[in-house]
């Protein structure tokens, strides 16, 4: 009898039997611990400010998943950790000091218009927290480009406003940035360490690599559109990049100001809306790199990380059908 | 030396430490023995014993139904108590024939040929036919039709399947261990069959002792090599084993004969060299019963017909926290089983019985987050995600067109998917709905 009950609780299931231990909420848990280094080095430069904000942004996402799958019935999908990490993502793209609403309306716009109302997890189209971003960029332009002068006093409250590096660059000119920083060697430390005006988590370029090294090492990223997107900014910024002439940029202040690092190591490589097939994620890396450089030199911005993903968002559909994965044993003739 | 492998494919837990060191022993002489009449791709055969009927061990009991096909013999002497319909290990109900054990052994008359390799070409395929012989691995396709290539298709390379890497399984491992000779053996049957001059043995590299057995076997034959294969899975797919050994790219949709290769399994090869020199039809095979949830982990020599209750009573019975899931075959490729009552037939490779240790629920499964794992692990190069994606909304002629027939449901994608989305049982729907 005993066998007989055993037998009948025995579980049956379509092969494979074994499954890996990853899930979609460790892979979102271990990206936004990836960003705890870029997020401290945030705190410390902006202070308060910077906590609260993302703070703000944080719980308004959790809050407006929870809201829209409660009214519309569907699945409570907190735990899976996107939310929190687009939260997380979009404050650590906003500048320290920015007025208390524009972090609440951002995440709504981010998690419901751009995530929920596209179908969830998986099927949007566009980076949730650069929507979320764009769309209080364009409303609040003013807020917006407001950056705090990075101090590491804590508990300060009354910021002293400043320009970004870029933004030096673009209005002013490399003499001013350096005239600013010192020399060219301070400026690359700054840039590194990321004492400098900016968004609170684009900052830190040692912090961001730290967290991008250990997505690459535990293979939740590939290399493949941070290295193009990179590579592609680099190469652009030394070509067209200087007064003097062709040839004349210097690339390395390009690569480490701005929104670049965050942006190609930690949204750019968004699985949901980059191209999955690795040739595709190429593609996509110039892309963004091209549209990056062009707003950046020719642009109204200053800075053109964020519209570069998100136009490159809309041709991942693209891409992904028309560079497809080589299929075993298909000859390139026969293939259509 | 570098080790040989394929692109994509995935590195389950082995656990072969489980079963790896247990040589083979046989199985007891079961009581009943419950024959299929199909075990094998192709035709079913029709039987031609009468109730009550004495049979011999060995004696034929179903002629194939056509030429991919395969006769099935009586791996027990005694009466045969029922002919119907009973439930096999892929879940179906199969015709079969059962057998009531009188417990003599009695062997029907074997045509033992000494010099077997002096028979010609078609003598030796004529044995390998009469003796029931299909792909041991688990694809049970008859062994005389891959044998058979159409003259249009040159072959100039056998090779061996000693990959072994479905998780858990040592059959094949103690195959090479304990007569290396005879594997060997069958291979040169088989090379002379198709007038191959090259034959290799593909080996993964987890079973070195296999490796230095068989090297040592072959060692001084320079026809015959050797080759040690990274320990990846599904490594011992035909297309992928070609890949590694002679990087031959077998085309999509196409067979191993069209880059000029047949494949054949260990245990077929043995089971090849049986019957060519002691013309003795397969009626019992080396199976793994392996598992946590079973008492003592063994290789057996079974018989085909015993069902797998009575293999499990003979490893101790169940472990007290119990089985979670019974699979006969490996745990990436093999059927869960509802009852215990399923006889061992000639595909069976392994009886794998799952505690709660090694069980991972199969839970709710998510929405697809595209994070391009299944692409990159597909090892025939599909888009496993697409075909999910398409499966599940219905839109099968869409997987068509992301290479649908070329998956040959491996599961390596769904292994690695976060998202624990069940692809192979939505590519297999989907197979269902289509026409190639
Ligand atoms: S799509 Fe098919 S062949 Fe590719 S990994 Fe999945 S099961 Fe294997
Ligand atoms: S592994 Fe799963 S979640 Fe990732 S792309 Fe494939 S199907 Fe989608």
Not at chain 1, 119 to 144: D, H
Not at chain 2, 162 to 179: I, K
């Amino acid at each position: 009898m005993e066998a007989i009950k055993k037998q009948h609780e025995l579980v049956v299931s379509v092969s494979p039997h074994l499954k890996s231990e990853e899930t979609t909420s460790r892979i979102m848990w271990t990206v936004s611990l990836s960003l705890l280094p870029a997020f401290i080095s945030g705190a410390y430069f902006f202070g308060p400010r910077a906590v609260i904000t993302t703070a703000i942004c944080i719980i308004t996402a959790l809050l407006s998943e929870r809201a829209f799958q409660k009214i519309t019935n569907r699945e409570d999908t907190i735990s899976d950790g996107s939310a929190f990490l687009t939260g997380l993502l979009l404050g650590m793209n906003l500048p320290a000091t920015v007025p208390f609403y524009i972090p609440i309306i951002g995440t709504v716009v981010a998690i419901v218009i751009t995530k929920q109302l596209f179908g969830g997890l998986g099927y949007n189209i566009f980076n949730p927290a650069l929507i979320g971003r764009a769309f209080v960029l364009i409303t609040w332009p003013r807020a917006m480009t407001t950056w705090m002068k990075p101090d590491a006093a804590f508990m300060r409250f009354d910021a002293i406003s400043a320009a970004t590096p870029l933004g030096i660059l673009k209005e002013e000119g490399l003499a001013k940035l350096l005239a600013l920083f010192g020399d060219k060697l301070n400026l690359y430390t700054e840039l590194l360490v990321g004492h400098r005006a900016g968004s609170i988590g684009e900052t830190s370029v040692i912090a961001l690599l730290l967290g991008a090294a250990f997505l690459v090492y535990k293979r939740y990223i590939s290399l493949h559109i941070p290295l193009s997107f990179i590579g592609t900014v680099a190469v652009i910024a030394w070509l067209f990049g200087g007064k003097e002439g062709l040839f004349t940029g210097d690339p390395l202040i390009h690569i480490m100001s701005g929104g670049l690092m965050l942006g190609a190591f930690f949204m750019a490589t968004d699985y949901v809306t980059c191209p999955s097939v690795k040739k595709g994620q190429i593609v996509f890396g110039i892309g963004c790199g091209l549209i990056t450089m062009l707003i950046r030199l020719k642009g109204g911005y200053p800075e053109g990380v964020m519209f570069a993903i998100l136009l490159m968002n809309c041709f991942t559909p693209l891409i992904d059908r028309n560079l497809r994965s080589k299929v075993f044993g298909f000859m390139k003739k026969e293939a259509k | 030396m570098s080790l040989l492998t394929f692109e994509g494919g995935i590195h389950p837990p082995g656990h072969k430490e489980l079963a790896e060191h247990s040589p083979i022993v046989d199985a007891k002489s079961p009581a009943r023995a419950v024959i299929p009449l199909s075990q094998h791709i192709g035709a079913p055969c029709e039987s031609i014993v009468e109730m009550g009927q004495e049979v011999k061990k060995g004696e034929v009991i179903g002629n194939p139904g056509g030429f991919v096909s395969a006769p099935v013999h009586a791996s027990v002497s005694g009466k045969v108590v029922a002919n119907g319909s009973f439930p096999v290990p892929n879940g179906r109900m199969v015709p079969c024939v059962v057998i009531e054990n009188d417990g003599k052994e009695e062997w029907t008359t074997l045509r033992d040929s000494p010099d077997y390799m002096d028979l010609s070409p078609e003598e030796l395929k004529e044995k390998i036919k009469d003796a029931g012989i299909v792909g041991l691995g688990g694809a049970a396709f008859p062994s005389h039709v891959k044998l058979s290539p159409p003259k249009e298709k040159p072959i100039d390379t056998v090779i061996i399947n000693g990959a072994e890497c479905e998780p858990y399984l040592t059959a094949d491992h103690r195959l090479m261990v304990e007569t290396p000779s005879d594997v060997v053996a069958g291979l040169r049957v088989i090379m002379k069959i198709l007038g191959v001059e090259k034959g290799f043995i593909g080996i993964e590299n987890n079973k070195p002792d296999a490796i230095e057995k068989m090297q040592q076997t072959v060692s001084g034959e320079n026809n015959i090599e050797v080759k040690a294969l990274q320990v990846k899975y599904p490594q011992g797919a035909e297309k992928m084993l070609i890949k590694s050994i002679l990087d031959r790219d077998v085309p999509a949709g196409g067979l191993p004969m069209d880059v000029g290769v047949v494949v054949h399994n260990v245990g077929t090869a043995f089971a090849i060299f049986e019957a060519c020199r002691y013309g003795k039809p397969i009626i019992e095979r080396v199976v793994t019963v392996t598992g946590l949830g079973i008492m003592e982990q063994k290789n057996l020599r079974a018989r085909i017909g015993t069902l797998i209750s009575r293999l499990i009573d003979e490893c101790g019975g169940f472990t007290n926290d119990g089985p979670v899931k019974v699979i006969v075959g490996g745990p990436m490729m093999g059927f869960a089983q509802y009852s215990m009552d399923v006889p061992v037939i000639k595909g069976t490779s392994g009886v794998l019985v799952m505690s709660a240790a090694e069980y991972t629920p199969s839970e709710k499964f998510g929405p697809c987050i595209r994070c391009g794992r299944c692409i990159d692990v597909c090892p025939m190069g599909l888009m496993p995600s697409m075909l999910s994606l398409y499966s599940e909304k219905g839109h099968y002629e869409e997987c068509k067109e992301y290479n649908l027939f070329d998956c040959f449901e491996c599961g390596s994608c769904t292994f690695v998917c976060p998202s624990k989305r069940p692809i192979v049982q939505l590519v297999r729907l989907a197979k269902s709905q289509v026409k190639p």
